[in-house]
Structures are given as structure tokens and as C-alpha cells.
Nanobody, 130 residues
Framework: VQLQASGGGSVQAGGSLRLSCVAS????????MAWFRRTPGKEREFVAA????????????SVKGRFTISRDNDRDNDKATVYLQMNSLKPDDAAVYYC????????????????????WGQGTLVTVSS
């Protein structure tokens, strides 16, 4: 099982980035996916989540209207790719971003707590300068 996140970088406030996370080694197409972020000295913070079916995404209030989560399910190759389009970035968005896979098969919900996810990517750093 592997979750490989990429797309982080350094941008100025107001700029955009698109994060990607390729999940493989399990039928991730049947599991919800999410993005969390962490800054030094703080707990992991929920950012966005999407169901296995790709419908009804859930967002933290702090990113609503600026971030968009989406996914592509590749059942033929047992892969799923989840994206996080981040627009109008603010210095407060600077963090290490982690993708995660839901522990529940075809869940009806989009959990916002880390303990509902059992597979994690390695993190990708986003820096936003003012």
C-alpha cells in the first residue's frame, strides 16, 4: 500500500497550487480520501474529504470556496488519485499537507478526524509568502 503525495511548493499569497496523491496497493477506488495539514506545534487539521464515489465533498470552513477536492478512480489498475486544487492561498495555509485513505469500505460519510483514516501519504510542503 502506498500513498504518494506531490505538488507542494512555494507561492505568494493569492496564488494557486494543485496537490496530487496517488494511492495504490489496495482497491482505493472503494475508499474515501482526504487531505489534512499540519504546522509546527499543532495537531493535524482536516482540510477536505471526498467519498469513494466522488460525490458530496466536505471542506473545513477555513478553505471553503478556495479549495476543491476531486478524484479519479482507476479500477483496472487498483489506483485512485485524489487532487486538492488550492486557490487564493493565504499565509495561514502554509503547512505540510497529507493525503489519507478512509479505513471504512464505501463509507457514507466523509470523516474529519485523523483516526478515521488508516493509510497516510508522506506529506508535501506548501509555503505561502505574504
Amino acid at each position: 500500500v502506498q500513498l504518494q503525495a506531490s505538488g507542494g511548493g512555494s507561492v505568494q499569497a493569492g496564488g494557486s497550487l494543485r496537490l496530487s496523491c496517488v494511492a495504490s496497493g489496495r482497491t482505493f477506488s472503494d475508499y474515501g480520501m482526504a487531505w489534512f495539514r499540519r504546522t509546527p506545534g499543532k495537531e493535524r487539521e482536516f482540510v477536505a474529504a471526498i467519498k469513494w464515489s466522488g460525490i458530496a465533498p466536505n471542506y473545513a470552513d477555513s478553505v471553503k470556496g478556495r479549495f476543491t477536492i476531486s478524484r479519479d478512480n482507476d479500477r483496472d489498475n487498483d489506483k485512485a488519485t485524489v487532487y486538492l486544487q488550492m486557490n487564493s492561498l493565504k499565509p495561514d495555509d502554509a503547512a505540510v499537507y497529507y493525503c489519507a485513505a478512509d479505513r471504512s469500505f464505501r463509507s457514507f460519510s466523509t470523516p474529519t478526524t485523523p483516526d478515521e483514516y488508516n493509510y497516510w501519504g508522506q506529506g508535501t510542503l506548501v509555503t505561502v509568502s505574504s
